[in-house]
């Protein structure tokens, strides 16, 4: 069975690379690899701590206008933790996320009520949006859980000259995706756009990154566009209005004790 997955993994990564070629891609430089590529965009989009407020709108037929959730995050990555506390809607004020690697809590303030998340729901939709569960709080990690390519440069890239990454997941990774593609400014090493595949090789949703601005030194992207593709109609924006890195975290954020209480920190 082993045997038959790596054939076909081989005929999706050919069927990708043949697409990207098509696209006239620049070879790779040499001494430049996937892997350090990918460790950059981690680093510039991450650190080993981030705190964020942001606010993100979501966009939907159903949705007699567009809906926005004001929200504070703390990231850990080394202790593999993270907390969201909800700023807004009032409706929603207060609720919180809590991960404490390998495990997952939702706050809800108007019920009182503390939940786990099991990993069967980390890719449900996070506060409605196109955003996922995993996504916001990072439980997969495309650094670890993938193997990463560099397939050329795309001189048009997504909006400047781009490297462009084929990450392929780990066999045994706990992860949804087939595969992803990533440009990554040339000159920055800022992200620009990811392109999510299944396992049929079916891209299902774009993530573009712009409003790039210079933060502690790094090329940071203030606004995030996830666009489900097989939802006509439906785009989830998150807008960065302040953004640190590796700051020392108090232990105490990452409590449950935190997540009721239901205010920020």
């Known amino acids: 069975m082993r045997i038959v997955v790596a054939v076909l993994w081989m005929l999706v990564g050919f069927a990708a690379s043949e697409a990207i070629a098509q696209e006239n891609l620049e070879p790779a430089p040499e001494g430049v690899t996937g892997r350090e590529i990918a460790e950059r965009v981690e680093d510039i989009f991450r650190g080993k701590t981030s705190y964020m407020e942001a606010t993100m709108t979501i966009t939907s037929p159903r949705l007699p206008e567009p809906r926005r959730v004001t929200f504070q995050a703390w990231d850990d990555r080394p202790e593999k933790r993270s ?49 996922s569960n995993d996504d916001l709080v990072r439980e997969s990690s495309q650094l670890d859980d993938y193997d990463h390519e560099l397939l050329g440069i795309d001189p048009k890239g997504a909006s400047a000259r781009a490297y462009v990454l084929q990450y392929v997941p780990h066999e045994d990774a706990p992860v949804v995706w087939g595969k992803i593609l990533t440009w990554v400014d040339v000159e920055r090493s800022a992200p620009l756009r990811q392109d999510f595949f ?10 573009l990154f712009s409003e790039i601005r210079d933060v502690s030194g790094r090329p940071y992207p203030h606004q995030w566009s996830m666009i489900p593709l097989d939802k006509e109609g439906h785009e989830t924006r998150i807008e960065i209005h302040e953004i640190r890195f590796d700051e020392d975290f108090d232990d105490a954020i990452f409590t449950k004790r935190h997540l009721t209480r239901g205010g920020s920190r």
């Open 83 to 131: 907390f969201i506390r909800i700023l807004g809607p009032p409706k929603d004020k207060g609720m919180g996320f809590l991960k404490l690697h390998p495990n997952m809590w939702n706050y809800i303030p108007r019920v009182e009520r503390t939940l786990r998340i099991p990993p069967s729901m980390m890719l449900q939709s996070w506060m409605g949006s196109d955003f």
């Open 198 to 207: 299944d396992e049929r090789g079916e891209k299902l949703r774009e993530m």
